[in-house]
């Protein structure tokens, strides 16, 4: 018994040595820092098509693949597209490993919270990185149609209105966790801010802070509209960012609020271009 539980000992340390190498190495970390820069861009994007939906001017989805299938339809635009998914991709497997085998600075409950949200940040970049090649390959970009319709669908059986509430108040989550995240700057803590010079480390303060309440009041109000439609079975109001940020244009003052929201998505686009350069990786 205790030679196989050495083994088994073995084999895990010698899984962690390996996963610790793939997390070091340079090529890992240079797509890494590339897949910021697709991040920022797609970021921009959103915030440009927000802007448009704040002045009835946008026909495509308000939200992350409405943003790619902007940039796809541009000169070169699907190479940028392959390009941005690979260094998602790049991002994904970083985060993969660094909820696996990384955060080794802090102890106990901080270094579990700290790995909980690289696995968050995982699935985050896989589902773009996923969404970045769909739209490539012209095939089901439409993410907001098809959460419209998976919504619809589980609506339809038996307890789906609970597990589509539940989802809801998990995406609301998110994002007030990222409200929260932002404003107590806690994104400075993954930063080499020691290399900063005080311009730049007081640019990438209030990009951040900007960024991450603009980001997660959207996810916010998306997560509320879709417990809004588990609750009224309106499948309808359940299309993500779009459904959120058109719902923000029709309150009064929408426009100038969602404008506001727009800047600070754009703010958080520019943020994650001093993240290529300052994070740590």
């Not at 796809?72 to 991002?91: D, E, H, T, W």
Request: proline content about 1%.
């Amino acid at each position: 018994m205790a030679i196989g539980e050495s083994a088994a000992m073995s084999l895990t340390h010698s899984a962690q040595a390996t996963a610790s190498r793939t997390a070091n190495s340079r090529w890992l970390e240079t797509l890494a820092r590339v897949g910021f820069i697709g991040y920022g861009i797609v970021h921009l994007l959103f915030a440009w098509l927000a802007l448009q939906i704040a002045f009835g001017k946008s026909s495509d989805d308000g939200d992350q693949s409405g943003a790619l299938r902007t940039l796809a339809a541009q000169p070169m635009g699907k190479f940028l597209v392959v390009a941005i998914a690979v260094g998602l991709l790049a991002m994904a497997i970083w985060q993969g490993l660094e909820a696996a085998v990384g955060h080794r600075a802090e102890r106990g409950g901080e270094r579990a919270v700290e790995r909980l949200a690289s696995a968050g940040r995982t699935i985050v970049y896989l589902y773009f990185a996923w969404t970045a090649w769909k739209v490539f390959s012209d095939a089901g970009s439409n993410s907001a149609d098809k959460q419209e319709a998976l919504t619809g669908e589980l609506m339809t059986s038996s307890g789906g209105r609970w597990l589509v509430g539940l989802a809801g108040v998990v995406l609301a989550s998110i994002g007030a966790g990222l409200v929260i995240y932002g404003l107590v700057k806690r994104f400075e803590k993954h930063l080499k801010t020691g290399e900063m010079d005080a311009r730049t480390r007081q640019l990438a303060r209030r990009l951040g802070v900007a960024g991450y309440v603009a980001k997660g009041t959207a996810y916010a109000i998306a997560g509320i509209l879709v417990v809004v439609a588990a609750i009224n079975y309106d499948p309808e109001k359940a299309r993500g960012l779009d459904a959120a940020l058109r719902t923000l244009r029709e309150q009064s003052y929408g426009p100038i609020l969602l404008a506001l929201v727009a800047l600070g998505i754009a703010a958080f686009g520019a943020f994650c271009f001093v993240q290529s350069r300052y994070r740590k990786v």
